[in-house]
């Protein structure tokens, strides 16, 4: 077995650039010989989109489709290759059945799948791709052999709104890895973070009504604490996490999430969690740090901002939270390539 990687195109806002590292190592460490497809992307930053920016991934997986068709004309793809897409929602990626069928080859595709026009809130259904998404979604399910996913609950959402082979559909886990030493406590400040995207399926403007309740009810909170926006207050990938590091509460209204990087993130640097009881957070979060109502998140915030036995109690449940975070995250690789070995 061999793998062709293809990951995701690396930018300083995201955790893809680390993709480009592990992943490699993963399977290096298991003897697996990898090549890595890692053409020079138009940018490491976002101009233009979301997630990721519009004409830089599709520049960069057009890049990797026509280096592997032209690793395919050459001959350098056997039926013992499997091709491993970083990010499987990748326009193209028809051709490489087109390539496989006509050749009669046997070599194998499995990719990563995050979000999709099958969601109702992601930025592609935002900006109405679901007339052509939904069925050409439909075709890459069935052309892909594997198709990793972080959450049962994405799983759900896919077999719910699409036409897929439920075989397909693998819950790995997601990759993540954040080095904090939880000796580092006394660096904790009195910082509430929203740590997401400030796109309005994150409901940035929840984050602003939860600072105007608690200054109400709690007068001396706009002294005593801030409340900061990530991406408001940092440039750089590591300032983020230094802020995170500092925090001691990450709060989540958001109405799309399969994962939830950010919020894991916050967790893994030793913040308490205050999420929502839906999406991927109802099956990734102690019952504890959920909420089902807006004046519930509220309440929530102010126990662990002025009780202090709650906050203890609270930080103690983080920490085991967080250790069953970390575990998944670190099987997530192992559990992807296991799949590919059975093949």
């Not at 890895?177 to 910082?191: F, G, S, T």
């Not at 001396?220 to 995170?244: G, I, P, R, V």
């Not at 036995?309 to 920490?319: G, M, N, P, W």
Request: net charge negative.
């Amino acid at each position: 077995m061999r793998i062709l990687f293809c990951p995701i195109e690396p930018l300083v806002e995201r955790y893809s650039a680390q993709y480009l590292e592990w992943f490699p190592q993963a399977f290096l460490k298991e003897r697996i010989e990898c090549i890595k497809i890692a053409p020079n992307p138009l940018s490491d930053k976002i101009r233009d989109g979301s997630f990721l920016d519009v004409c830089g991934t599709n520049y960069y997986k057009a890049t990797q489709i026509r280096i592997l068709c032209e690793m395919a004309y050459n001959g350098e793809i056997t039926d013992d290759d499997i091709i491993f897409l970083g990010d499987m929602w990748m326009p193209g990626l028809e051709s490489l059945a087109y390539i496989r069928d006509a050749f009669h080859s046997k070599f194998k595709i499995v990719g990563m799948l995050y979000a999709g026009t099958y969601d109702p809130y992601d930025f592609l259904t935002k900006n109405n791709m679901g007339y052509w998404g939904k069925p050409l979604e439909e075709s890459w399910f069935k052309i892909m052999d594997k198709i990793f996913m972080a959450t049962d609950f994405h799983k759900r959402l896919v077999m719910q709104t699409r036409e897929v082979d439920p075989k397909k559909l693998i819950v790995t886990g997601h990759p993540i890895c954040l080095n904090w030493d939880e000796d580092e406590e006394y660096r904790k400040e009195n910082i509430v973070v929203f740590p997401h995207r400030l796109d309005s399926e994150k409901n940035p403007d929840m984050f602003d009504m939860l600072i105007d309740h608690l200054h109400r009810y709690i007068p001396d909170t706009a002294s005593t604490w801030h409340f900061l926006k990530t991406k408001e207050e940092t440039n750089t990938k590591q300032e983020y996490y230094d802020l995170l590091k500092r925090a001691k509460i990450s709060v989540s209204f958001a109405d799309q999430e399969t994962y939830g990087f950010a919020m894991v993130e916050s967790v893994m640097s030793g913040c308490i969690p205050i999420v929502p009881d839906r999406l991927s957070y109802s099956e990734m979060y102690d019952p504890i740090f959920t909420y089902s109502s807006f004046n519930e998140a509220v309440s929530l915030c102010k126990f662990i901002m002025t009780d202090h036995s709650f906050y203890l109690q609270a930080k103690r449940d983080a920490r085991i939270n967080r250790a069953q975070l970390i575990g998944a995250a670190e099987r997530a690789i192992p559990n992807m390539i296991k799949e590919c070995q059975c093949l």
